[in-house]
């Protein structure tokens, strides 16, 4: 019913520059909020940055000043601007949405996770 796909992830070298996209498809109503997460090896998941409706965003310590989490509700996109990256970057990043969809009869909130895409950082 709704599907998020996920494009920009790749290798970067330490203080590099990498965008990531989420595009939100399908029978949407509404979408009250979309994050990014994302896990290392041997660590849990985590919130890396989150954008909300009004608008609101939020960001872990750790990517503050360094990520920034736009969007262009136009597309029902979903940005990640990660600059200054660092090997402790290196991780699967999920992109998540809280998502109203349309449904025969009305419609029903849903949380969504995209496929993952790899952003590894290295030399």
């Known amino acids: 019913q709704v599907q998020l796909v996920e494009s920009g992830g790749g290798l970067v070298q330490p203080g590099g520059s990498l965008r990531l996209s989420c595009r939100a498809s399908?029978?949407?109503?509404?979408?009250?909020?979309m994050g990014w997460y994302r896990q290392a090896p041997g660590k849990q998941r985590e919130l890396a940055a989150a954008f909300t409706s009004g608008p609101t965003t939020n960001y872990a310590d750790s990517v503050k000043g360094r990520f920034t989490i736009s969007s262009d509700n136009t597309k029902n996109t979903v940005y990640l601007q990660m600059n200054s990256l660092k090997p402790e970057d290196t991780a699967v990043y999920y992109c998540?949405?809280?998502?109203?969809?349309?449904?025969?009869?009305?419609?029903?909130?849903?949380?969504?996770w995209g496929q993952g895409t790899q952003v590894t950082v290295s030399s």
């Open positions: 998540n949405a809280d998502i109203d969809t349309v449904l025969v009869g009305g419609r029903v909130r849903q949380g969504y």
């Open positions: 399908g029978s949407i109503f509404s979408i009250y909020a």
